[in-house]
């Protein structure tokens, strides 16, 4: 017997066809479409508010097709010579709007914010982006484990082949960051420039992830200006929200500015 289909059901399915999200994990766009149907006047404005926030959290950060063929093909071609094998990172890492930005600082991102830890085993990469691809300037042990979440499956199994082709043991796979928030256990998470789009979508989203996550070492990053580098007090506006919550739960903050970005290392005591 056929059950009847809902209108979340239909809203995902309308959604999904057009080429832009046929790729975005379902999560995300039923968590985003209940909330629309349950606000919107009707069916299509229910589907168009829908496909607008889908854009301003993910979409907006691709400005054309990526096609992972090839950049794949390109990867393959520079396997085993690290100088050209960076520079094909390096001009993959264009591909996406919030990756692109880091570039100009990316040889001292994360020399600078991670020159201090300990020995790192485990990290997570939450909302990853292509920011993967930047692997080779991460300052980790060959042995590292790492795992990347985002909400496009095309770039997630990418992403999976990319570590492979690097020799990274990992994994990359498709996750909404709040149905349910990770919780798996790690030694660092980098939350680069994530926050704000995660709040566009949930206010609480913030607090909501500090407290799931399970890693005494967080760097936690927000652009320093708007999308298109029109807004620049947007930083000021968002550090001056995110500082406290990290004050009330106790745990120690360390901040770094970069041109592009303005980072905090969190250290959970
Ligand atoms: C500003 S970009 C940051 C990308 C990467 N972290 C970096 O710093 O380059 C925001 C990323 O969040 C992803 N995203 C948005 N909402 C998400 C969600 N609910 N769960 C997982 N990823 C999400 C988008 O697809 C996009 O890649």
Redesign the pocket.
């Known amino acids: 017997m056929d059950l009847p289909t809902s209108s979340l059901d239909k809203l995902a399915a309308a959604i999904q066809v057009t080429p832009k999200y046929r790729h975005l994990t379902p999560d ?1 766009i039923r968590r985003l479409g209940e909330r629309e149907l349950a606000v919107r006047g009707s069916f299509k404005e229910a589907v168009k508010a829908t496909k607008n926030k889908l854009h301003q ?2 979409g907006a ?1 691709q400005e054309s097709k990526i096609n992972y063929d090839r950049a794949l093909a390109q990867l393959r071609k520079t396997v085993g010579d690290a100088a050209a094998f960076q520079h094909t990172c390096t001009q993959l890492l264009r591909l ?1 709007t ?2 692109a930005e ?1 570039l100009p600082i990316l040889d001292e991102f994360y020399r600078t914010t991670l020159a201090d830890l300990p020995p790192i085993h485990k990290v997570l ?7 993967p691809l930047t692997l080779p300037w991460m300052p980790f042990s060959p042995e590292v484990e790492y795992v990347a ?4 499956t095309d770039m997630m199994a990418f992403l999976g082949e990319f570590m492979g082709l690097a020799g990274v043991r990992g994994r990359a796979e498709p ?4 149905t349910p928030p990770p919780n798996e256990p790690a030694d660092l998470v ?1 939350l ?3 926050l704000p ?2 709040e566009q ?1 949930d206010k609480h989203a913030a607090a909501t992830i500090l407290d799931a996550l399970q890693a005494p070492y967080l760097l936690i ?1 927000f ?1 320093a200006h708007s999308l298109g580098g029109r807004d620049k007090g947007m930083a000021t506006h968002y550090t001056d929200q995110f500082i406290p919550l990290i004050q009330q739960r106790g745990w120690q903050i360390t901040p770094f500015t970069f041109a592009t970005e303005i980072a905090f290392l969190v250290k959970k005591v």
């Open positions: 995300l959290v993910a950060y996406h919030s990756t880091r990469d939450l909302a990853c982006g292509l920011n979440y985002d909400v496009y996750r909404d960051l709040l980098l680069l420039k994530t789009c995660l979508t990053s652009p």
